[in-house]
């Protein structure tokens, strides 16, 4: 097993496009989370799955900001019209469904709005 | 709601220095706690973690005790390493219905120099 993976490792994208990043999570894990990391800050909870159903979602920063994992294996997270508030580094982790709830990270997707 | 308050960096300390930071929670009920490093260019990875009351967590030389009488889960090592430069985040994951995310400090950057 090599870990949470995430793609694109970088993304540079100009104000007002859409965006797209992939995880892929431990292959054993149930749950998979979204973070967002801002310069100087702590990772900040935005969403998660438990299999294919997204439990949790009212921590999404917008409208503008939708995830699913359709098959109860990889996720997506797309940010809709960005804007230079957006500009993160967008973390995922996954888990087993357990009382401690111990996360593992992926090295996360840093995006830069121009 | 939940949170964590941990000490303010950055800290600089020479090698074979002791380290202590300082971390403590607001949380209901009894959370699990845990130390997560983040190495200059790379992913969160968990550093120890503890789950209930006067347990202890380590790894590496680190080293984290639960107390419950003070919220607090603070971090310390006998002897730093240049290779333990990198910033410390503490976290708390809650009981319950709010077992699924984790809740950060703003992190610590660690700087140890020869």
């Known amino acids: 097993d090599t870990g949470v993976s995430q793609n694109p490792r970088h993304k540079i994208t100009k104000r007002g496009q859409n965006v797209t990043f992939r995880c892929d999570p431990i292959s054993e894990h149930n749950r998979l989370y979204w973070y967002r990391q801002t310069l100087g800050q702590g990772p900040e909870f935005l969403t998660y799955?438990?299999?294919?159903?997204?439990?949790?979602k009212s921590r999404l920063l917008s409208d503008r900001f939708s995830a699913e994992r359709p098959k109860g294996s990889f996720s997506t997270l797309e940010i809709q019209r960005t804007e230079q508030g957006d500009s993160a580094m967008y973390l995922c982790?996954?888990?087993?469904?357990?009382?401690?709830?111990?996360?593992?990270f992926g090295p996360g997707t840093r995006l830069t709005v121009l | 709601g939940d949170s964590v308050t941990q000490m303010e960096g950055p800290v600089t300390l020479s090698e074979e220095a002791c380290l202590t930071i300082?971390?403590?929670?607001?949380?209901?009920?009894?959370?699990?706690l845990f130390w997560y490093v983040q190495y200059p260019g790379e992913g969160l990875q968990l550093l120890l973690k503890a789950t209930k009351a006067d347990d202890k967590g380590s790894n590496k030389g680190f080293e984290a005790t639960y107390r419950k009488e003070t919220t607090s889960f603070h971090l310390e090592k006998g002897s730093v390493q240049v290779s333990d430069s990198a910033v410390y985040f503490c976290?708390?994951?809650?009981?319950?219905?709010?077992?699924?995310?984790?809740?950060f400090g703003k992190g610590t950057l660690l700087t140890v120099n020869p």
């Open positions: 976290a708390l994951s809650g009981r319950g219905g709010s077992n699924y995310k984790l809740t």
């Open positions: 799955f438990q299999n294919e159903a997204q439990l949790e």
């Open positions: 982790a996954s888990s087993f469904r357990t009382s401690v709830n111990e996360q593992f």
């Open positions: 300082n971390c403590t929670y607001t949380a209901t009920g009894y959370p699990s």
